[in-house]
């Protein structure tokens, strides 16, 4: 069993596209029998400063196994790209989502 951390487009795409893909990837995982942390709930709180936000979310890609990163074609999250980045950085496996032609920085050097 392993923890599971979902980066992805929170507030830069649709809010179905965010639903659709971390309702699935929530039902796959725990299905599973894997941990999910997903940053979308630390979010929806209201009355957390963005700082908050940030050390949480960097808390649970600490924690993580394993991050997905949804980098589909669609807005790009910066952050998301950042939380992907970070995990590789710090030798978190990183699974991409999507199709990295339409994301040519991930071929980039090693790329993650």
């Excluded at 893909?21 to 299905?31: D, E, G, N, Q």
């Excluded at 029998?33 to 209201?46: A, Y």
Aim: net charge negative; hydrophobic share 50%.
């Amino acid at each position: 069993m392993a923890s599971v951390y979902l980066a992805g487009p929170i507030s830069t795409a649709k809010a179905l596209d965010v639903i659709v893909w971390r309702t699935t990837a929530h039902r796959l995982l725990l299905a599973a029998g894997h941990d999910i942390f997903d940053p979308v709930v630390n979010e929806l709180v209201n009355g957390v400063s963005l700082e908050d936000i940030r050390r949480t979310d960097l808390r649970m890609v600490d924690e993580a196994d394993l991050v997905f990163f949804d980098a589909r074609p669609g807005p790009m999250s910066l952050g998301a790209a950042w939380e992907a980045g970070y995990a590789h950085a710090k030798g978190i496996p990183v699974v991409i989502i999507g199709d990295v032609q339409y994301r040519s920085w991930l071929k980039s050097g090693e790329g993650i």
